[in-house]
């Protein structure tokens, strides 16, 4: 997330809740799509991770970006920690260990994402070669401990860094070593938001095979293929993972405002401090008798700043939010995009990608969830493997982009940017196992090289 919410509209009731929810339904000539992905900036020369301080570390990029674009900087204690378009909507932020994000503005095809992307990257470049930065694409960093991962000057990132430990085994692994990239989409009611996310928190393990590509930790292979999904399975229960109550009747914006409720909170912000709140619910906040602060009430900004908290395989806001792949090359960016746009804004294609699943029951889609970050496309739920499975929806994807037949300038539609997982259902390998395969042979037992194979 770029920048904190600021609302400080008061909240009084849990109804208030639910209508914040309600406000992100939109008409469906209004749908839009946005595109996040982290990135590792390292030394081109050393392989080394790029710290905040210094005349070429990320300070001085980030700089060095605001100067390009004219964007407003975004700071906390007078630090910059981000930029943000306040005419576009985009955003660049950074994550715990100077993973560099862009959010992409809400664009209405993929072919303008693409066109976002490359402008970033591209800018990116030329504020970043006389640096001698470059950056990694990849969902795990395969060769720093944690004791060598810089630490970002970003006081969330402080009060997570202390709790996560509590939680679980590989919460800070999540926070410093991995990178992902995501994609936004819309919803056109609360039955239209029903389907999308009980569809796309069953399927969100195909899309991990899809774009698994982490199998390389502290210099070898892990022996995982996503091992950035694996961190996920033990980093805190209590706010991840596939969300069984989604797929029971009556599920609706009600039933999640009362699971976020109850998932414990990290911080309050007041003014410019982060109050630690970690381990305590938002209900106490709402009736005014949060433990550490007493007597404070909630706002708006405190609601819309703990959802950004909350971090299942599929997150909902005022918009679904897809969270299981691994960040990977460029083309692959723009695949994910339109892997689940063509799911998603195409109600055939929703129906029949709904009707895959429908059926799984909790226990099946855990053990798929569980199995692919190992296994990728040879895991299988009921005698199918993941590989059918991907073959199948990307089918239903193609379809989808098909008939919304959008154009790029060369006359176009958005089924070109499937191309890329289109080879690796052919070959039957995923990403990861193709990096395994040139680890082995080509690379004779080092991931050096990959600094230049997935190097933006």
């Not at 700071?75 to 560099?100: K, M, Y």
């Not at 029903?194 to 569809?199: G, S, Y």
């Not at 709140?277 to 550490?292: D, I, P």
Request: proline content about 5%; charged content about 25%.
């Amino acid at each position: 997330m770029a920048r904190d919410t600021i609302d400080l509209t008061p909240i009084e009731t849990r109804h208030e809740l639910i209508e914040w929810f309600e406000k992100g339904i939109k008409p469906e000539n209004e749908f839009r799509i946005g595109t996040e992905h982290e990135k590792f900036p390292f030394y081109a020369t050393t392989h080394r991770p790029v710290g905040y301080e210094g005349p070429r570390g990320i300070r001085a990029l980030l700089d060095g970006m605001q100067a390009l674009l004219g964007w407003e900087p975004i700071l906390e204690n007078g630090l910059p920690i981000g930029l943000f378009d306040v005419t576009g909507g985009g955003a660049i932020s950074l994550e715990p260990g100077g993973q560099f994000e862009l959010s992409g503005a809400p664009l209405e095809t993929i072919h303008q994402t693409c066109v976002e992307l490359g402008a970033h990257l591209a800018q990116l470049k030329q504020v970043a070669d006389p640096l001698g930065i470059r950056f990694l694409g990849i969902g795990m960093s395969p060769l720093w401990t944690l004791a060598e991962t810089p630490v970002m000057p970003k006081s969330r990132y402080r009060i997570m860094r202390a709790y996560m430990p509590k939680v679980g085994t590989r919460g800070l692994d999540m926070m410093f070593r991995t990178s992902t990239v995501q994609v936004n989409l819309d919803f056109s009611s609360e039955a239209d938001m029903v389907k999308k996310l009980r569809m796309s928190i069953a399927l969100q393990p195909i899309a991990t095979a899809l774009f698994a590509n982490s199998p390389f930790t502290e210099g070898k292979p892990n022996g995982k293929l996503s091992m950035r999904s694996e961190i996920w399975r033990d980093t805190d229960n209590h706010r991840a993972g596939m969300l069984p109550f989604v797929f029971e009747d009556g599920f609706g914006f009600e039933r999640y405002v009362d699971y976020a409720l109850d998932v414990p909170m990290y911080f309050v912000k007041r003014r410019d401090h982060y109050h630690d709140v970690s381990g305590q619910n938002f209900r106490h906040l709402l009736a005014g008798t949060l433990e550490s602060l007493p007597g404070e009430r909630a706002y708006v900004s405190d609601w819309a700043n703990h959802l950004s908290t909350i971090f299942p395989e599929v997150r909902l806001k005022r918009y679904l939010e897809m969270r299981g792949q691994d960040v990977g090359p460029r083309g692959f960016i723009c695949a994910e995009s339109a892997f689940w746009m063509g799911l998603f804004y195409d109600s055939a294609s929703l129906e029949a990608a709904w009707d895959l699943a429908r059926d799984w029951t909790a226990e099946e889609r855990q053990a798929l969830r569980d199995a692919v970050p190992a296994q990728g496309f040879r895991a299988e739920i009921r005698g199918r493997s993941v590989l059918d499975l991907a073959r199948e929806l990307l089918a239903l994807s193609r379809q989808g982009l098909e008939r919304r037949n959008r154009l790029d300038r060369s006359g176009r539609n958005e089924t070109i940017y499937l191309e890329p997982l289109e080879a690796l259902v052919a070959a039957g390998e995923t990403q990861a196992e193709q990096l395994l395969r040139r680890y082995r042979h080509e690379w004779h037992g080092s991931v050096e090289p990959v600094f230049e194979a997935l190097a933006y």
